[in-house]
């Protein structure tokens, strides 16, 4: 599972248009519905019923709130990134490597 997968299945359950997610995606049309078939093989099933129109199904629904809570999570990742970034105290953890190195 990659995180530009989860990213389009949370925007393909908001728009419930794989045109509109993925646009919102900012991916073409034809890479986000491969990444969500790649999903789907992942996890076993379908995700969305794709006719009459686009619905999310009893496995996409059982899977949304976790998928939300990685998509929180990595959000909070990179935030702490940019802030330690920002705030100019960034130093390496050590200056010696211990692996294979003599005393």
């Known amino acids: 599972m990659e995180m530009h997968q989860i990213r389009y299945f949370l925007a393909l359950c908001e728009e419930l248009s794989f045109t509109r997610a993925a646009k919102r995606c900012g991916v073409s049309q034809p890479s986000l519905t ?12 379908d995700l969305f019923t794709r006719r009459p129109n686009i619905a999310v199904t009893r496995l996409g629904s059982a899977v949304r709130p ?31 490597s211990g692996i294979g190195g003599g005393s």
């Open 34 to 45: 491969n990444g969500i078939k790649a999903l789907e093989e992942e996890l076993g099933g």
């Open 66 to 96: 976790g998928m939300m809570r990685v998509a929180r999570d990595a959000e909070k990742v990179l935030e702490v990134a940019r802030s330690l970034r920002r705030s100019l105290v960034y130093e390496p953890l050590s200056t010696r």
